[in-house]
C-alpha cells in the first residue's frame, strides 16, 4: 500500500539515491586527500626542488636552477637556467654556457655556448671571462689561441678571481710567453694568486725558485700595490731594468748592439771580462735598430774587437756561433755560446736586411754576435719569433726561429758612427771552442737601467743588480 505524503515533510530518498550521495561524497574526500598529499611533496608547491619553470608559477630562481643540477636533473636545470639567462641573469648565462659547451643536459653547442658566455663575460661575470680564456687557450669548442686566452683571463685576474691569476702564471710559466721578462710576469700572478687562494702556494714557490732575490723583491713590491679592478702597468714597471749584448768594434772602444737594447734608458754599464764599464750613446736607429755605444775611457784591451767577415757572404747551411748573455740572473751569469746553422737569407715576409738562423738564443742575447766558422761577425741577434703571435696562427709553439741583422745593414751605420771596423777573410774552420775562446773577451753583457742606483757603474759582478729581460 502506498505510503500518504506528510504535508511540509520531503519524502525520504531510496536507496539507491542515498548510494550515490555516498560516493559523492567519499570521492570528494578521497580528492581531499590527495591534494593535502601532493602538497606535502618536497618542490610540489614551487620550493626549491622544483622540476621546471610551471606556466603562471612565480619565477623561477638560481638556488632552485642549483637545487635541479645537485639532483642530476639536468634537462630541468638546462630548461631552468634558459629562463634566467633570457631576463640577463649574468649567472645563468655562465651556466647555460657551460652546459651547452659540454653538452649536460641538452644538446652539444659550441657556438651557443660562446654566444652565451660571452653574454655573462661582458657584464664583468669573472667566471665567464676565465671560461672564455680556457676555450681560447686550449681550443675546447673554440679556436685556439693564446692571445685571447691571456684577454680573457687578464679581465677576470684584474677582478681579483684566483683562477684567471692561476692560468696566467701558468701560461707565462710553461708557454715561454711575454718575451723579454716572461718568468717574472708568471711569478707576479702567481704572488696574487697565492695572496687570494692558499692553494696557489705550491705554484708560487715553483716559479720563485728559478728568480734572483733582486728579482722576488721587487715582484713582491709591485703585488703588494696591486688592488682589484686597478689595471695598471704593473708588468711593465717591472722591467725598468734590462739586460742585452753588445760586442767591442775596432780598438777605440766602440761596442755594437741593437737598439731596443738601450733605447729610453738612462743609465748604462757593460760588463766584460769580468770588469765594468760606463757606456755613452753615440749613435742609435731606430729602423735599423742598431745602436752604437763607447766605453768610458775609449781605448780597450779588446785586442781591436771582433772582426765583419770579409767573405762572399754566408749561405743557407753554414755553421754559426751566437755568443750572449741569456736570461742573466736567471741562467749562469757568465757568457753562453750556442751553435746552429743559416737558414734562410730572409727574415720574416722575405725582409732581406735580415738571415734567419737555429742557434737558440733567449732573451739577453739580442744584439749579441752571430759568428761564422771562421769567428768573424756575420750579423748582429735581433729577434726571434713571437711565439705567442705564431702559435695564434699555427696552433703550435715555434722553436730556434730566430734572425740576425746582416752585414750590408751593419757597416753602413759603423762608418756614419765613426767606428773604425776591421774585417778579415773567412777561410779558416775553427772549433766552437776556440771561436768562444777568441771571442768571450770581447763580448759585453749592457745593463740599462732608469734607476739612479745605476748612474755610475760599480767595479765587481752582481747578479742581484740584473733583471733577466733583455733583448
Known amino acids: 500500500m ?10 525520504a530518498p531510496s536507496r539507491p539515491r542515498r548510494r550515490i550521495w555516498t560516493a559523492l561524497a567519499l570521492s570528494a574526500s578521497l580528492v581531499c586527500l590527495a591534494a593535502w598529499s601532493f602538497a606535502q611533496v618536497p618542490g610540489a608547491s614551487g620550493t626549491a626542488d622544483a622540476t621546471g619553470p610551471t606556466p603562471g608559477a612565480p619565477p623561477a630562481t638560481l638556488d632552485q636552477a642549483d637545487a635541479l643540477a645537485r639532483r642530476g636533473d639536468h634537462k630541468a636545470a638546462f630548461e631552468t637556467y634558459l629562463a634566467l639567462a633570457k631576463d640577463n641573469s649574468a649567472q645563468a648565462e655562465l651556466k647555460v654556457g657551460l652546459m651547452l659547451d659540454e ?45 685571447e686566452a691571456l684577454r680573457w683571463y687578464l679581465k677576470a685576474a684584474y677582478q681579483n678571481y684566483p683562477i684567471a691569476m692561476r692560468n696566467l702564471a701558468s701560461m707565462f710559466d710553461s708557454y715561454s710567453l711575454g718575451g723579454r721578462g716572461g718568468k717574472i710576469v708568471a711569478y707576479f700572478w702567481a704572488v696574487l694568486a697565492a695572496k687570494a687562494d692558499p692553494a696557489a702556494a705550491d705554484l708560487r714557490d715553483r716559479i720563485m725558485a728559478n728568480l734572483s732575490p733582486f728579482q722576488i723583491e721587487q715582484v713582491q713590491a709591485k703585488a703588494s700595490e696591486w688592488a682589484p679592478g686597478k ?140 759568428l761564422d766558422q771562421s769567428g768573424n761577425v ?26 740576425a741583422l746582416t752585414l750590408e745593414q751593419i757597416r753602413p751605420f759603423l762608418e756614419s758612427g765613426g767606428a773604425d771596423a776591421q774585417s778579415a777573410p773567412s777561410a779558416a774552420q775553427l772549433l766552437t771552442s776556440v771561436i768562444f775562446e777568441r771571442s768571450v773577451n770581447k763580448v759585453m753583457c749592457i745593463t740599462a737601467s732608469n734607476e739612479e742606483r745605476d748612474q755610475k757603474a760599480k767595479s765587481g759582478p752582481s747578479p742581484q743588480d740584473v733583471m733577466p729581460d733583455g733583448g
Open 2 to 11: 502506498a505510503s500518504i505524503p506528510t504535508p511540509g515533510v520531503a519524502p
Open 103 to 147: 653538452g649536460l643536459g641538452t644538446a652539444k653547442d659550441c657556438a651557443g655556448a660562446g654566444e652565451w658566455l660571452k653574454k655573462a663575460a661582458d657584464q664583468g661575470l669573472a667566471q665567464a671571462q676565465n671560461a672564455l680564456g680556457d676555450r681560447s687557450r686550449f681550443g675546447r669548442c673554440a679556436v685556439k689561441s693564446y692571445k
Open 231 to 370: 689595471e695598471f702597468d704593473a708588468i711593465e714597471d717591472l722591467q725598468q731594468k734590462k739586460t742585452g749584448t753588445g760586442f767591442v768594434i775596432g780598438a777605440k772602444g766602440y761596442v755594437l748592439t741593437n737598439a731596443h737594447v738601450v733605447k729610453g734608458f738612462k743609465f748604462l754599464k757593460g760588463e766584460m771580462g769580468g770588469k765594468q764599464y760606463g757606456l755613452t750613446q753615440v749613435k742609435i736607429d731606430d729602423e735599423a735598430d742598431l745602436a752604437l755605444l763607447k766605453m768610458d775611457g775609449g781605448a780597450t784591451d779588446a785586442q781591436g774587437g771582433l772582426r765583419l767577415s770579409a767573405g762572399p757572404g754566408p749561405k743557407p747551411g753554414d755553421p754559426v756561433v751566437a755568443i750572449g748573455f741569456p736570461l742573466r740572473g736567471l741562467l749562469a751569469n757568465e757568457p753562453a755560446v750556442t751553435t746552429g746553422a743559416v737558414s734562410a737569407l730572409a727574415g720574416i715576409k722575405n725582409d732581406k736586411r735580415f738571415l734567419q738562423f737555429t742557434a737558440p738564443v733567449q732573451p739577453g742575447n739580442s744584439g749579441g754576435p752571430l
Open 378 to 403: 756575420i750579423g748582429v741577434v735581433s729577434l726571434k719569433l713571437n711565439a705567442l703571435a705564431i702559435a695564434d696562427v699555427t696552433g703550435d709553439i715555434p722553436q730556434n726561429v730566430n734572425f
